[in-house]
């Protein structure tokens, strides 16, 4: 079998899991609530741990390059209260202009 | 407290301007792939099956730089392992026999998972299905315009498609962050995250940055918050 099935198929089975084990198995069930309250951080952690690795991470190397910018422009978006997608087509035109005239 | 009752088409509804950002990284997915050796066929399964771009883009980056099959599969599935407590934080709203539940886990994505949430960890299945069939559909649609016409677009750095990534994140964590503690969560989940980068390979900071979320275990009751077993009761 070949390198990109083998990444098909047992990624795509090994997400199907992550994805449904809880859901099937825990439905409808209160979550004691001291567990509730670690799922309401778990939201902001992971966005703010998505956000810096796509903007400041190259695999293993801390980098600042032109998706910082766009990080920015973003932030600007986002304070001004502009609509989601403003917010990403601010961000990738910033980061798209950079790059055109460096 | 009886809450308003929601549809599908108001999932979708506010899930419209993601999907129309996730159809973007689809068909820039669809491009990297092609050029990473996956045939069309692989790529448009990729999307079909796992239906998790961060995922999907770092195994598909890792095959184009010559990586290993066990790398790229071990690199997406480290991403994806959020999704364990994903489901965990919504297993309670969900209603229905194992296999429905189940499905209702499979169109769980980050957009639509921060869409259906009510605040102080409560979430709305319909808003999460009709969110997550929507951007599944975008995301699959926008994966085979991307194999097809992927010669055609260029290069997607160029046009700033993977800032635009870190945007969507910034804006969805923006609707999120009302009170201190969860701005406190963000602030310490990226600070985690950023010190992990040089550390541990990509995907795993990500993970680490839920370590965060043990803070929570000290958390007070909510006044509002709605135990998921008076809430079902609650409906109709």
Not at chain 1, 19 to 39: D, E, F, H, I, S
Not at chain 2, 185 to 211: E, K, Y
């Amino acid at each position: 079998m070949s390198t990109a099935w083998i990444v098909v198929l047992g990624a795509g089975a090994g997400t199907v899991l992550l994805k449904g084990l809880a859901p099937a198995t825990l439905g409808g069930r209160a979550l004691p609530r001291r567990l509730t309250g670690v799922m309401a951080l778990l939201g902001p952690a992971l966005l703010a741990a998505l956000i810096v690795t796509n903007t400041f991470a190259s695999g293993r190397e801390l980098t600042v390059d032109p998706r910082a910018a766009g990080l920015a422009a973003a932030l600007v978006a986002v304070a001004l209260r502009a609509p989601v997608l403003v917010v990403i087509l601010a961000a990738a035109s910033t980061a798209g202009g950079l790059r055109a005239v460096t | 407290m009886l809450m308003q009752r929601t549809t599908y088409a108001d999932g979708a509804r506010r899930a419209w301007p993601l999907a129309v950002a996730v159809g973007g990284f689809g068909l820039t997915y669809g491009v990297l792939a092609r050029q990473a050796g996956f045939s069309e066929l692989q790529t448009i399964l990729f999307s079909l099956v796992t239906f998790a771009g961060s995922a999907q883009f770092a195994a598909v980056s890792i095959v184009g730089d010559g990586g290993t099959a066990v790398a790229a599969v071990a690199a997406a599935l480290l991403l994806n392992a959020r999704y364990l407590p994903i489901g965990l934080s919504i297993a309670p709203w969900l209603t229905g026999r194992p296999l429905t539940r189940a499905a209702q886990g499979q169109v769980t994505v980050d957009e639509s998972w921060a869409v259906s949430h009510l605040g102080g960890g409560r979430y709305d299945p319909r808003l999460l299905v009709g969110a997550g069939v929507s951007i599944y559909v975008a995301w699959v649609l926008c994966s085979t315009v991307g194999v097809l016409a992927g010669s055609v677009l260029g290069n997607p750095e160029t046009l700033g498609l993977d800032a635009a990534f870190p945007a969507l994140f910034l804006a969805l964590l923006a609707g999120q962050v009302r009170q201190r503690r969860l701005l406190l969560a963000a602030l310490a989940g990226g600070a985690v995250a950023l010190a992990m980068v040089p550390l541990v390979p990509p995907g795993v900071p990500i993970v680490a940055a839920s370590v965060v979320c043990l803070a929570g275990l000290r958390t007070p009751r909510e006044p509002g918050a709605v135990e998921p077993a008076r809430l079902v009761e609650a409906r109709p």
